[in-house]
């Protein structure tokens, strides 16, 4: 068990472009969330699976972003036509039902 | 909608003090919550779990303390070490295995 993993750890893109991040959860956990944060802030929840189903969205999540975890393993985030506004972490955790969040380092996304 | 506030935004101490961080939420149905701490540039360490039916928690050198009905938590760190410098944050969670809502964090800093 090595953690929570996320890919890239930083990236920094051109506003317009389109970026995608991957996060590896621990293997036994069944649920993986998406979260934001901005300096300075607390984590804002984006969204969450359990195996591969999607159970819920935040309204921060824009029809821009897009979330998967087709096999119920990895996950991917993808935000199309980046925004300013977009600059943050992005951060990935996974946990059981009744298991506490286990969080990766975070994908530090910068918009040029 | 459930909010969790954190006070004090910042705190500093000399080595050796014992300290007391507060998480208050406005909404006393959760399930639980957490304790993490953030260091610079990196993702979130679980310190501390408390299940809404417990009222503390206890790892080494620290105590997290759970009032549900005055939505109320504590985190209590004894003989503070310049090691635990860093943002702490509380998060709770409403459902089972459903997403965390965060405060917007304590940032510590011990003084040797």
């Known amino acids: 068990d090595t953690g929570v993993s996320q890919d890239p750890r930083h990236k920094i893109t051109k506003r317009g472009q389109n970026v995608t991040f991957r996060c590896d959860p621990i293997?036994?956990?069944?649920?993986l969330y998406w979260y934001r944060q901005t300096l300075g802030q607390g984590p804002e929840f984006l969204t969450y699976?359990?195996?591969?189903?999607?159970?819920?969205k935040s309204r921060l999540l824009s029809d821009r972003f897009s979330a998967e975890r087709p096999k119920g393993s990895f996950s991917t985030l993808e935000i199309q036509r980046t925004e300013q506004g977009d600059s943050a972490m992005y951060l990935c955790?996974?946990?059981?039902?009744?298991?506490?969040?286990?969080f990766g380092d975070g994908t530090r996304l910068s918009i040029l | 909608k459930q909010e969790v506030t954190q006070i004090p935004a910042a705190l500093s101490v000399p080595e050796g003090e014992n300290l007391v961080l507060n998480c208050s939420f406005t909404d006393s149905a959760i399930y639980n919550l957490q304790w993490f701490r953030q260091d610079p540039g990196k993702g979130l360490t679980s310190l501390l779990l408390?299940?809404?039916?417990?009222r503390e928690q206890t790892s080494g050198r620290l105590n997290a303390s759970l009032d549900k009905s005055s939505g109320r938590s504590t985190l209590y760190i004894a003989a503070s070490q310049p090691g635990d410098s860093a943002t702490y944050l509380c998060a709770v969670r409403g459902n089972q295995g459903g997403k965390l809502i965060f405060g917007q964090g304590t940032e510590l800093s011990v003084k040797p």
């Open positions: 955790a996974s946990g059981g039902q009744e298991q506490p969040q286990h």
């Open positions: 699976f359990q195996n591969e189903a999607q159970l819920e």
């Open positions: 408390i299940q809404s039916s417990q």
């Open positions: 293997s036994e956990h069944n649920r």
